[in-house]
């Protein structure tokens, strides 16, 4: 009995993890859809959405019921198979990253407190002291893979392939041009974007996520967030973060005024929510990977001072300046989309290549020697 | 036990998706079902605690080489209902060639089985990304240095190929296309 449950332990523990990251984690991006219509309903002098509850707040809801009940479009010459798994690869590729956030640092004894209120109660006296000794230190991570950052940068590049096969298998022109247009420009950002990551990996020595964090926690204060020292890289990173997740000014995939709608022109109802929702998932990651590299992650300095780190107060606090940056930078994609206009696609092409890449490239030399001759 | 039936899962995967590689008259089904092969061995890799082995694998063959194969299929748009058949003559080669391979496969699992099973060391570093960049700027460093002129040489082959057209040609291009840009 005992052994048994020993095993099956880490399974639970691991499928609630699992429900509750996800579930947090679509949720949020539900709202920072909501969010994204009423902050461009305010730059642009509207209202926004305001008639599904209070303030709108059941808006992402009734979206959804929306895209479920509409009726599913499939175009008659398309090729089926391809336009079919199309959405699935999209949204996969999104939601995969999600396993590897670093969601707030470990907590010495998290359930340590529950122990002497349940001690007289039958069963539950036995089960939770058993379960607060498994439970110390646990990470806040669903899996800690010493290849974190690669490993994200590896999944979103096979996100591609959503977009290109749901061009091509839609057997439409427009759909088609996004496909193509889309595949040519992600190629050419990822580049700038792996480069710009260099020079935060040179600092940290390592690729793991929490490592990157931790590494920043610790030196002198000028290196405690590391987009003082990597100012270029920031920069290089967040537009090329903008090219590949296909947002203004960077939506030249969807867009409206020369592609109708782009790749997804063809797709309707619950496949065309999947193609959404694999779009604003994108985006929660990369800002999770942007507030990780460069902002620190779950790390804000001071907190440690307020609260003993390694306790439930100090993690919570974390929890949330980590969140309070990914806003932060969600914002920032919604700012952008209500100002700036979209670039032609020929200088899209001519920024990334020769603009970010040899500014990226050059980041990493300038990195390397700094830290050559610091170290010498 | 979970990890037996982990690597039949991906070994099956890549099996099946290799042979729908080669069975496959459209181009992109059999693009699409590379991918599959290589993300299937990117699992194989991971059970085998070679993970960074594992994503280089994605970023690189599924991440990069395979997206410019399905570009360039999804440019030309072949005709599917054309079978290529001026190749006929490999038919004899690939046959040699996957006598050799089975030849080959069979001596591994022979070398296998005759070397004594030593357990592998939970706490090694071996496959970690500090291990392979210190082998590869150390011990491998010729090897390392030979691919990156390699690799030099062929991206300075593509853009001589493309640029073909002698200099003042090019610049007559160039003007005329952003003559037609102004208008």
Not at chain 1, 59 to 74: H, R, T
Not at chain 1, 104 to 132: E, M, N
Not at chain 1, 200 to 216: K, W, Y
Not at chain 2, 2 to 16: E, K, P
């Amino acid at each position: 009995m005992e052994s048994a449950l020993e095993t099956a332990f880490p399974f639970i523990v691991y499928s609630v993890g699992i429900l509750l990251a996800f579930q947090g984690v679509l949720m949020i991006v539900a709202y920072t859809v909501l969010a994204e219509r009423k902050v461009l309903g305010w730059i642009q002098g509207r209202i926004g959405p305001n008639r599904v509850g209070p303030w709108g707040v059941l808006q992402p809801f009734a979206d959804l019921l929306k895209f479920i009940f509409k009726e599913d479009l499939v175009p008659d010459k398309s090729t089926k198979f391809v336009y079919f798994l199309a959405p699935l690869v999209a949204l996969t590729c999104a939601l995969l990253p999600i396993a590897l956030y670093p969601f707030g640092p470990r907590i010495a004894d998290p359930l340590g407190w529950l122990v002497p209120y349940t001690a007289g109660i039958p069963y539950l006296g036995d089960a939770v002291p058993w379960i607060a000794e498994r439970a110390i230190n646990m990470p806040l991570t669903i899996a800690q893979l010493d290849v974190g950052v690669l490993f994200i940068l590896a999944i979103t590049s096979v996100g591609v392939y959503g977009i290109a096969l749901a061009g091509w298998s839609s057997n439409n022109k427009y759909s088609l041009m996004g496909g193509l247009r889309s595949s040519a420009q992600m190629i050419s950002y990822e580049l700038a974007m792996g480069a710009s990551i260099i020079g935060v990996v040179i600092l940290a020595g390592t690729l793991d996520l929490n490592g990157i964090i931790q590494a920043q926690s610790a030196g002198p204060w000028y290196m405690r967030w590391y987009i003082i020292p990597q100012f270029i890289g920031f920069m290089v990173f967040l537009i090329a973060a903008f090219a590949e997740t296909n947002r203004v000014p960077f939506d030249l995939p969807e867009a409206e005024t020369e592609l109708v709608a782009g790749f997804h022109t063809e797709y309707s109802a619950l496949k065309f929510a999947l193609f959404f929702m694999a779009e604003y998932v994108n985006m929660f990651t990369v800002s999770v990977l942007c507030t990780v590299l460069f902002l620190g992650g779950w790390y804000t300095p001071g907190l440690s001072y307020l609260f003993p780190v390694g306790s439930i107060p100090y993690a919570l606090a974390s929890h949330v300046t980590f969140l309070l940056k990914i806003f932060a930078f969600l914002f920032l994609y919604i700012w952008i989309r209500g100002t700036l206009p979209r670039f032609r696609f020929d200088q899209l092409m001519s920024f990334g290549w020769k603009f970010l890449l040899p500014v990226a490239i050059g980041n990493v030399i300038l990195t390397i020697v700094i830290v050559y001759l610091l170290n010498m | 036990m979970v990890s037996t039936v982990i690597f039949f899962l991906f070994a099956g995967f890549a099996i099946a998706c290799a042979i729908s590689m080669v069975y496959h008259k459209n181009p992109l089904y059999s693009a699409i079902s590379l991918i599959g092969v290589f993300i299937a061995l990117a699992g194989l890799y991971v059970t085998l605690a070679a993970t960074f082995i594992a994503v280089t694998q994605i970023l690189v063959y599924a991440g990069a080489i395979m997206v410019l194969v399905v570009f360039v299929i999804m440019l030309l748009n072949l005709d599917e209902d054309k079978p290529l058949n001026r190749l006929r003559y490999l038919y004899v080669v690939g046959a040699g060639l996957g006598v050799a391979l089975l030849a080959q496969t069979f001596f591994i699992f022979y070398a296998v089985l005759k070397t004594p099973k030593s357990p592998a060391d939970p706490d090694s570093l071996a496959g970690s990304p500090m291990s392979i960049g210190q082998a590869m700027y150390t011990e491998y460093l010729l090897p390392v240095e030979i691919v990156g002129v390699m690799l030099l040489m062929a991206i300075i082959g593509a853009v001589i190929l493309v640029r073909r057209m002698e200099q003042p040609e090019m610049e007559a291009v160039i003007e005329q296309e952003s003559e037609n840009r102004i208008e």
